[in-house]
């Protein structure tokens, strides 16, 4: 099957990522079009000798996920391109000018849900690797690892997938990435690394009481006025060489209270803290409590932190530098190695492999209406993905 076809052929299979309060039917429909991603992606990877493993995870409360883990040869180096077949929904399907999920190439751009997040990725790492291999051996261990669950939830597919490899003793040399790393155009960016993400659940606690008798209430409201005010939009460190600062966000407030003359006894605010390499889990959980220890008083709140993922950053390398000049031969321009954006699976990945680099087509219409990618990116990004197997393979 050839690049387009490929690329069609997977956008074809409405592959929603599971929502989780979904009916059991239509979670059985999107399990099969997972399914219906990963027998395509087996067909032709089989064809090129590499073994092929489905490996489905449950865990209670969300839809079970099937997961794709091929591998071919043995030994280092270990290159594996990692991925996802899911996709978020389409949104307005009215809205779209072409169908959503059918691949359709209109202006030399095929459109679908997915095309450029990231199963033309995908397509592009598979008739990549076969292009490769009709010339030459890799001198070590080529493998995929294409999950079913990273839009939403990423609980059934990267974070089990690595403790499965991991039990077997697989970890990689290398990880290629084929997330949309560009804001517009091939050659612009690629992603040697990722922030951290957070998300804390803060309840301050006060005494509940009649507001027109100040002496006998305590205010959560006002205390957490306070720490919004402090700490909100403010950046907890300078940032470094590789990232910018590191930054927290109040971004949920939940006061129930609809009585104009009783003052709650608490308040829940939620946010966010995007964190860099300044910091650890363990360092940034003492800077937090400690900036509520100083706004809001010891013994007035409760902090719950929810670390979903830590940073990962791939410093100046062999691996880094062979992806600049892959991407350089091939449309002529040398990407910035960048760590800004959202996370992605690598921060999973990062436990079992020291090297993680992001290169993928553009992101301008990922998650949106009419997503789109450009035949002629996704035929240089195949390029490119052929140079850097030849160049690691010399
Ligand atoms: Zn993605």
Known sequence: MDLITLTQKLIQQPSITPAKDDDAGRIAGKTSALNGCFDLLEGELTKLGFTCQRVVFDEPGFPSIPNLYASLGSGPPHLNFLGHVDVVPPGDVAAWTQPP????IENGK???????DMKGNIAAYVVALRDFLSAKKFPGTLSLLIVG???SYAVNGAPKMVQWLKAQNIGFDYCLVGEPSNPTALGQEIKNGRRGTMNAKLTVLGTQGHIAYPERFDNPVTRLGKFIAACSGVDLDAGNEYFAPSRLEVNIIDLPNRVTNVVPNKVVAGFNVRWNSEWTR???????????????????????MDFSGGVFLTPA?????TIQDSVAAVVGRRPAATTHGGTSDGRFVAAICPQIVECGVTSETIHQVDECVAVADLENLQKIYVEIL?????
């Open 101 to 104: 999920f059918g691949g359709m």
């Open 110 to 116: 095929i459109y679908g849900r997915g095309t450029s």
């Open 149 to 151: 669950d990273e839009e």
């Open 282 to 304: 363990e360092t940034l959980s003492a800077r937090l409590n400690a900036l509520c220890d100083q706004h809001l008083g010891q013994g007035n709140y409760t902090l719950e």
């Open 317 to 321: 390398s062999h691996f880094l530098s």
């Open 390 to 394: 030849r160049r690691l393979a010399a």
